[in-house]
């Protein structure tokens, strides 16, 4: 491997270990990296709006000013973001590339690779491009999932993402498929750009909580939400549409099972009301939204204690909640689609969006034995061990990073 410096700069995550798939990469892709020597990482970050850095819950993470900050020998930098709707997105990332070249060229970074998490900003791609490229420099792209897919959005604005992901494929040097679909997709959609392309996945672990059963912060969260351990159901993520958390609760509703549903998530309150106005799901006891869970070990302690974990993920690649649940929990049920059956293949059970559908796996799944579900989870935590450790993960990141 080579011994050359080399200087990654991140674009396009939110934050830094909370909810999210780059979120969640990026943070662990920090810790497996944190000793190497040549290597040096500049993560940008939100300082305000929906999902925005939080240094206070980051253990470790150490403030150097108002706007930038340390971990695992990476430098932070926060910005601020307009809350301008949708295009904030694009607005975020656009800035976030700018300061980038101006870092590149104030610090004289050597052999500097931006990298960008998700296909946003299609129209300044070429521009961002040619200035990185001019500072010797490369531009690496994860293309994530399908955006123009996603329900929330408008049939102009999936316009945008569909031609957005073609003009960022187009310019970019390398594309780092999560998922051996997407890169099969990319390959075929924009065969006539040659795109250059690399699989790596996101990756998990197995190894159980450090947290103990009586663990205070375990039987606290549980006290609190009206829970016991193997008596609820529960999910993990984002709360949109295109996570089908609607067939979820209806179908939870529907089903005949005495344990709870406990749903960790931040609240879209828009999402949560239209759903009110359709199921009036707060008058089923079971279902419980309980907030978000930033602590790591209490979350997989959460994940380990739960009877079953619901992943209606629709669009995108390779999950990271996804990873996390076959690693700690034995009963899996997730959305049939192929890129959730490329991670777990046979060791979870699959349900679609129909009526029905989902309440009969529900109530199959509570009735089956012990011997059973240990059997399942056994196969989904071998999976995992084989396809997806991050150690192998980051490692490949490495060799990508440093042998390019």
């Known amino acids: 491997m080579s011994e050359k410096e080399v200087n990654i700069i991140l674009v396009g995550a939110k934050s830094i270990g909370q909810y999210g798939g780059y979120e969640s990469f990026i943070n662990k892709l920090l810790e497996y990296h944190k000793d190497e020597k040549n290597l040096?990482?500049?993560?940008?970050?939100?300082?305000?709006?929906?999902?925005?850095?939080?240094?206070?819950?980051?253990?470790?993470?150490?403030?150097?000013?108002?706007?930038?900050?340390?971990?695992?020998?990476?430098?932070?930098?926060?910005?601020?973001?307009?809350?301008?709707?949708?295009?904030?997105?694009?607005?975020?990332?656009?800035?976030?590339?700018?300061?980038?070249?101006?870092?590149?060229?104030?610090?004289?970074?050597?052999?500097?690779?931006?990298?960008?998490?998700?296909?946003?900003?299609?129209?300044?791609?070429?521009?961002?491009?040619?200035?990185?490229?001019?500072?010797?420099?490369?531009?690496?792209?994860?293309?994530?999932?399908?955006?123009?897919?996603?329900?929330?959005?408008?049939?102009?604005?999936?316009?945008?993402?569909?031609?957005?992901?073609?003009?960022?494929?187009?310019?970019?040097?390398?594309c780092v498929c999560d998922s051996k679909n997407i890169e099969k997709y990319i390959k075929q959609e924009y065969e006539k750009y040659y795109p250059k392309t690399t699989f790596i996945a996101y990756g998990s672990e197995t190894t159980p909580s450090e947290l103990d059963d009586n663990a205070p912060e375990f039987k606290n969260w549980l006290e609190k939400h009206g829970l016991k351990p193997n008596e609820y159901y529960m999910s993990c993520g984002r709360f949109v549409p295109e996570n089908n958390f609607e067939t979820m609760i209806r179908e939870f509703m529907k089903s005949a099972t005495k344990r709870d549903f406990a749903i960790i998530t931040t609240v879209n309150e828009r999402f949560l009301d239209e759903l009110e106005k359709k199921f009036h799901f707060k008058q089923d006891l079971r279902i419980k939204f309980v907030g978000t869970v930033y602590d790591e070990k209490l979350l997989k302690k959460i994940r380990e204690n739960a009877y079953a974990y619901f992943h209606g993920h629709s669009?995108?690649?390779?999950?990271?909640?996804?990873?996390?649940?076959?690693?700690?929990?034995?009963?899996?049920?997730?959305?049939?689609?192929?890129?959730?059956?490329?991670?777990?293949?046979?060791?979870?059970?699959?349900?679609?969006?129909?009526?029905?559908?989902?309440?009969?796996?529900?109530?199959?799944?509570?009735?089956?034995?012990?011997?059973?579900?240990?059997?399942?989870?056994?196969?989904?935590?071998?999976?995992?061990?084989?396809?997806?450790?991050?150690e192998s993960i980051c490692d490949k990141y490495l060799e990508v990073f440093m042998d390019d």
């Open 40 to 174: 040096h990482y500049f993560v940008y970050c939100k300082a305000n709006g929906s999902g925005y850095m939080n240094i206070s819950k980051l253990p470790g993470a150490k403030a150097v000013n108002e706007t930038e900050f340390t971990y695992c020998n990476a430098r932070g930098f926060l910005l601020h973001v307009p809350q301008i709707g949708a295009a904030q997105a694009i607005y975020y990332d656009v800035k976030a590339l700018s300061e980038a070249c101006k870092l590149i060229k104030k610090e004289r970074l050597k052999n500097p690779i931006v990298y960008i998490m998700a296909c946003r900003i299609g129209p300044f791609m070429k521009y961002f491009a040619r200035k990185i490229h001019s500072y010797d420099g490369k531009v690496y792209l994860n293309p994530d999932g399908h955006e123009w897919m996603r329900k929330k959005w408008s049939a102009p604005i999936r316009m945008y993402w569909k031609e957005s992901e073609r003009m960022m494929v187009k310019y970019t040097d390398l």
């Open 315 to 390: 669009v995108g690649g390779t999950n990271p909640s996804l990873l996390e649940a076959l690693g700690s929990t034995n009963i899996n049920l997730l959305y049939d689609v192929g890129f959730n059956r490329e991670v777990a293949g046979d060791a979870a059970l699959y349900w679609s969006a129909g009526e029905d559908c989902l309440a009969k796996l529900i109530d199959s799944a509570d009735r089956m034995t012990s011997v059973q579900a240990k059997k399942l989870g056994e196969k989904a935590k071998d999976r995992i061990k084989k396809e997806y450790s991050w």
